[in-house]
Nanobody, 125 residues
Framework: QLQLVESGGGLVQSGGSLRLSCTASGFTLANYAIGWYRQAPGKEREGVSCISNGGRSTNYAESVKGRFTVSRDNAKSTVYLQMNSLKPEDTAVYSC??????????????????WGKGTLVTVSS
């Protein structure tokens, strides 16, 4: 069964850090670009970052550029999102997604085939 499972969310103070993980099962992660998305309460889902299948290309939304870093370990079928200097406005459910392509369209995927269920990140002021 194909699955994407996020972990690493939690409550952190403003200025703190968290590292999210997205672990894949049931398919070969190395064949796919992976996108991170977030949805804050009462807001639409937005793209945060995207990494190509081999990890050579990474892209970020302007709101997180310089604070977040996406990486991947295909041998572990896992993609990471390191989040530093967190702000209250980063509070959201963070989800990873896989599309049919090996590459990203800027900081989002061209299309999405699979979603994880998400992990909640709460940043207190």
């Amino acid at each position: 069964q194909l699955q994407l499972v996020e972990s690493g969310g939690g409550l952190v103070q403003s200025g703190g850090s968290l590292r999210l993980s997205c672990t894949a099962s049931g398919f070969t992660l190395a064949n796919y670009a992976i996108g991170w998305y977030r949805q804050a309460p009462g807001k639409e889902r937005e793209g945060v970052s995207c990494i190509s299948n081999g990890g050579r290309s990474t892209n970020y939304a302007e709101s997180v550029k310089g604070r977040f870093t996406v990486s991947r370990d295909n041998a572990k079928s896992t993609v990471y999102l390191q989040m530093n200097s967190l702000k209250p406005e980063d509070t959201a459910v963070y989800s990873c997604a896989a599309g049919p392509s090996r590459y990203c369209s800027t900081y989002e995927l061209y299309a999405i085939n699979y979603w994880g269920k998400g992990t909640l990140v709460t940043v207190s002021s």
